[in-house]
């Protein structure tokens, strides 16, 4: 503060003396005076007259100096106490309040008061400089706030981000894109972006995104190869920013370039795909069985009634087939949407498990595959809905057939475990990986490398699931190993169990 | 002296309505469950024509093309295929890559794999006498 650095101390000796040396002079003048009319009369009456007027002198130069000491002893107070008072926190009134009332008619008041119009007025500059300056340290503070908010949530994005000039050099990424292409950003500068990215689709999109206008962006389904060779499909957006986001006109024209991960949704669509694939091969090889029988009857190429039997039995099985097989998709469906019937009841087990053998003993003599019965002794009763339970039985059934190598064996347990009802088919087949193991009940799943030993749906497991686990509050599990065989378990509550969590679910 | 056919499917419907109509035209038909049994039965005796379905279990309909195409003997046996594979087969691609002179798609007349037979044999070249089996088969699902 400039107030602060004015040195008042030594002001009213300074002025005591001017005062002093003043009277002193004078006193010397008078003197002078004196000396030059002593020349005239006598000495005896000029030595005395200058004495006295000489103390005339010195008497006067002390009252000038005592009078002028009072006063600047009081404008010296005045002027102490203004440089104390902090200019930051003062008004107008509290400087009049907090400085030492003036008498009236002092000699010194009018400067002194416009002194004190200065420092009001330096308190009011004082006081908005400081304003303002608390004012931009918080915008200032709110900036990087929102500054290193930003640069969190673009590091936190599980989208990989990049910006680049109009060069194509990259001049940010997060750290997803960092991963997925497999570079550093930090610490180098203006990189070439098709040095970094091994792209060309991607690097195309950007020269053509930046041959646009500002604002428009530009879309594309891209494939790229990420950091640990494993193709992923991307869906790229790439932005120019606004003009007034670079504010100048020399300010780099900058391009975002977001990519959202789609390999699921591809997977989705091909598995949609092969679905409807396999769905078709299986409706289409029952059908084709019909109207080849049914144009052989029409053409009159069975002439006798035992072939023609023959054909019309063959034709009524692969209605069946078919039936079956539209019922399977149906009930997925069904259970899926939450709008399947269940009507559960009292029934053995064993004859359940009996009935579905039977059904699937047909597809395992064909293979030779030996199907074995090892049901428990005890008659064990279950509270299930029984067609969608046989169901269940049969999909894991022809699992097992088909997927075990001719000559092969397939077996069938049931047994009580505690209070739950077990019952299991083992096969010594091709077996399951543990990934497989994992997704083998997502629907329309198939083992890539068995698809071709047996055609499916990849709706058989889901289906088993569903009716156990969502119908019946179960629990289905595989446990396998490639080249070792699977064994599918089924876990079912008591009917103790099941009939409470029944009558639960019907209240 | 008869024709000699082979017919190789893994459904039996299908493969019993091929030879009841086959035979009955006059060809010796001989009928195998997969494709190891047909390679099995082409070593033993070459047939005049091999009749095969695409997807079969132990070795494919692609894969005993393949068989076929790779042994001296059998180089120039003329192949028909029939499938009921959907959009991941054209006859363009089984012509070009594995000789079959028809595609046949399922379900198929027994009366017009007939006629293919009979022309193939007679040297024509196959008028797409098989319905179906004469356009490229087209993705049934939209992509």
Same mark, same amino acid.
């Given at each position: 503060?400039a107030?602060?650095? *004015?040195?008042?101390?030594?002001?009213p000796?300074?002025?005591?003396? #001017?005062?002093?040396v003043?009277?002193?002079?004078?006193?010397?003048?008078?003197?002078?005076?004196?000396?030059?009319?002593?020349?005239?009369p006598?000495?005896w009456v000029s030595a =005395?007259?200058a004495?006295?007027v000489?103390m005339a002198?010195?008497g *006067?130069?002390?009252?000038? &100096?005592?009078?002028?000491?009072?006063?600047? +002893?009081?404008?010296d107070?005045?002027?102490?106490?203004?440089a104390?008072?902090?200019p930051r926190?003062?008004?107008e009134e509290? @400087?009049s309040?907090?400085? =030492?009332?003036?008498?009236?008619e002092?000699?010194? +008041?009018?400067?002194?008061?416009?002194i004190q119009?200065?420092?009001?007025?330096f308190?009011?500059?004082?006081?908005?400089?400081?304003?303002?300056?608390?004012?931009?340290?918080?915008?200032?503070?709110?900036a990087?706030?929102q500054?290193e908010?930003? &640069?969190?949530i673009?590091? +936190?994005?599980?989208?990989p981000?990049?910006?680049v000039?109009?060069?194509?050099?990259?001049?940010?990424?997060?750290?997803?894109?960092?991963k997925?292409?497999?570079?550093?950003?930090?610490g180098?500068?203006?990189?070439?972006?098709a040095?970094?990215?091994?792209?060309?689709r991607?690097i195309d999109l950007?020269?053509?995104?930046?041959?646009?206008?500002?604002?428009?962006?530009?879309?594309?389904?891209i494939e790229?190869v990420?950091d640990v060779?494993?193709p992923?499909?991307?869906?790229?957006t790439a932005?120019?920013?606004?003009?007034g986001?670079t504010?100048?006109?020399?300010?780099?024209?900058?391009a975002?370039?977001?990519?959202?991960d789609? &390999?699921?949704?591809?997977?989705a669509?091909?598995?949609?795909?092969?679905?409807?694939s396999?769905?078709t091969?299986? !409706?289409? #090889?029952?059908?084709?069985?019909?109207?080849?029988?049914v144009?052989?009857?029409? /053409?009159? /190429?069975?002439?006798?009634?035992?072939?023609?039997?023959e054909?019309?039995?063959?034709?009524?099985?692969?209605?069946?087939?078919?039936?079956?097989?539209i019922?399977? !998709?149906?009930?997925?469906?069904?259970?899926e949407?939450?709008a399947?019937?269940?009507?559960?009841?009292?029934?053995s087990l064993n004859?359940?498990l009996e009935?579905?053998?039977?059904?699937v003993? =047909?597809?395992?003599q064909?293979?030779?595959?030996?199907?074995?019965?090892e049901?428990? =002794?005890?008659?064990?009763?279950?509270? @299930?809905?029984?067609?969608?339970m046989?169901?269940t039985?049969?999909?894991?059934l022809?699992?097992a057939?088909?997927?075990?190598?001719?000559? +092969?064996?397939?077996?069938m347990?049931?047994r009580?475990?505690?209070?739950?009802?077990?019952?299991?088919?083992q096969?010594?087949?091709v %077996?399951?990986?543990?990934?497989?193991?994992e997704?083998?009940?997502?629907k329309?799943y198939?083992?890539?490398?068995?698809s071709?030993?047996a055609? %499916?749906?990849?709706?058989?497991?889901?289906l088993a699931k569903?009716i156990v686990s969502?119908v019946?509050q179960?629990?289905?599990?595989?446990t396998s190993r490639?080249?070792e065989g699977?064994?599918?378990?089924?876990?079912?509550?008591?009917t103790?169990?099941?009939t409470k969590?029944?009558?639960?679910?019907?209240? | 002296?008869?024709?000699?056919?082979?017919?190789?499917?893994?459904?039996?419907?299908?493969?019993?309505?091929?030879e009841?109509?086959?035979s $009955?035209?006059?060809?010796e038909?001989e009928?195998?469950?997969?494709?190891?049994a047909?390679w099995?039965?082409?070593?033993?005796?070459?047939p005049?024509?091999l009749?095969?379905d695409?997807?079969?279990? $132990?070795?494919t309909?692609?894969?005993?093309?393949?068989?076929?195409?790779?042994?001296?003997?059998?180089r120039?046996l003329?192949?028909?295929m029939?499938?009921?594979?959907?959009y991941e087969?054209?006859?363009?691609?089984?012509?070009?890559?594995?000789?079959?002179?028809?595609?046949?798609a399922?379900?198929?007349?027994?009366r017009?794999l007939?006629?293919?037979?009979?022309?193939?044999l $007679?040297?024509?070249n196959?008028?797409p006498?098989?319905?179906e089996s004469?356009?490229?088969?087209?993705?049934?699902?939209?992509?």
């Amino acid at each position: 503060m400039a107030m602060a650095n *004015i040195d008042f101390t030594n002001l009213p000796r300074r002025m005591a003396l #001017t005062a002093t040396v003043a009277g002193l002079i004078a006193a010397g003048l008078v003197c002078a005076v004196a000396w030059a009319m002593a020349s005239v009369p006598s000495w005896w009456v000029s030595a =005395p007259l200058a004495v006295l007027v000489g103390m005339a002198g010195v008497g *006067i130069a002390l009252a000038i &100096s005592l009078f002028w000491h009072q006063r600047i +002893g009081i404008a010296d107070a005045y002027l102490r106490r203004l440089a104390q008072l902090d200019p930051r926190d003062m008004t107008e009134e509290t @400087v009049s309040a907090n400085l =030492p009332q003036l008498p009236t008619e002092f000699p010194l +008041g009018p400067a002194l008061e416009r002194i004190q119009a200065a420092f009001t007025r330096f308190c009011t500059q004082i006081q908005d400089a400081e304003q303002g300056r608390a004012l931009l340290d918080i915008r200032c503070r709110r900036a990087s706030q929102q500054s290193e908010q930003m &640069s969190q949530i673009l590091a +936190g994005l599980a989208e990989p981000v990049l910006v680049v000039d109009q060069y194509n050099d990259l001049v940010l990424a997060n750290r997803s894109a960092e991963k997925l292409f497999g570079f550093q950003v930090e610490g180098v500068e203006h990189r070439a972006l098709a040095k970094l990215v091994k792209n060309q689709r991607l690097i195309d999109l950007l020269k053509e995104t930046h041959s646009r206008s500002t604002g428009t962006a530009r879309t594309d389904e891209i494939e790229i190869v990420d950091d640990v060779g494993r193709p992923c499909w991307y869906s790229v957006t790439a932005t120019m920013l606004m003009a007034g986001a670079t504010s100048t006109d020399t300010a780099p024209h900058l391009a975002v370039v977001v990519l959202r991960d789609i &390999s699921s949704q591809k997977a989705a669509q091909r598995r949609n795909a092969e679905f409807v694939s396999s769905v078709t091969h299986e !409706m289409k #090889t029952p059908l084709a069985g019909i109207k080849a029988y049914v144009e052989l009857l029409a /053409d009159g /190429d069975a002439e006798d009634e035992a072939t023609r039997d023959e054909f019309l039995d063959v034709i009524n099985t692969q209605a069946d087939r078919l039936q079956r097989l539209i019922e399977n !998709m149906l009930n997925l469906a069904r259970i899926e949407a939450g709008a399947v019937r269940v009507n559960k009841a009292h029934c053995s087990l064993n004859e359940l498990l009996e009935e579905a053998l039977d059904i699937v003993q =047909p597809a395992a003599q064909r293979k030779s595959i030996e199907l074995v019965a090892e049901l428990s =002794p005890m008659h064990i009763r279950v509270f @299930v809905d029984r067609d969608l339970m046989l169901q269940t039985a049969i999909n894991l059934l022809s699992n097992a057939v088909k997927y075990t190598p001719d000559g +092969g064996r397939v077996t069938m347990r049931s047994r009580l475990v505690d209070d739950q009802v077990e019952f299991e088919v083992q096969d010594t087949g091709v %077996g399951l990986s543990e990934d497989d193991c994992e997704r083998i009940f997502d629907k329309f799943y198939r083992v890539e490398k068995d698809s071709q030993m047996a055609s %499916g749906t990849g709706l058989g497991l889901p289906l088993a699931k569903h009716i156990v686990s969502d119908v019946h509050q179960g629990n289905l599990s595989v446990t396998s190993r490639p080249g070792e065989g699977s064994t599918f378990v089924v876990t079912l509550p008591g009917t103790k169990q099941m009939t409470k969590v029944f009558e639960r679910s019907t209240v | 002296m008869p024709l000699r056919l082979l017919l190789c499917d893994d459904d039996l419907a299908i493969v019993r309505a091929a030879e009841f109509k086959l035979s $009955r035209a006059g060809y010796e038909v001989e009928c195998a469950g997969d494709g190891q049994a047909g390679w099995e039965a082409i070593q033993r005796q070459r047939p005049d024509l091999l009749v095969t379905d695409c997807q079969m279990p $132990r070795m494919t309909g692609l894969q005993l093309c393949e068989a076929v195409r790779g042994d001296a003997a059998t180089r120039d046996l003329p192949i028909i295929m029939l499938t009921a594979k959907g959009y991941e087969l054209t006859e363009a691609e089984v012509r070009q890559r594995y000789g079959v002179l028809k595609l046949v798609a399922k379900p198929f007349s027994p009366r017009e794999l007939l006629k293919s037979i009979d022309a193939v044999l $007679r040297g024509d070249n196959p008028a797409p006498a098989c319905g179906e089996s004469a356009q490229t088969i087209e993705p049934s699902v939209a992509s």
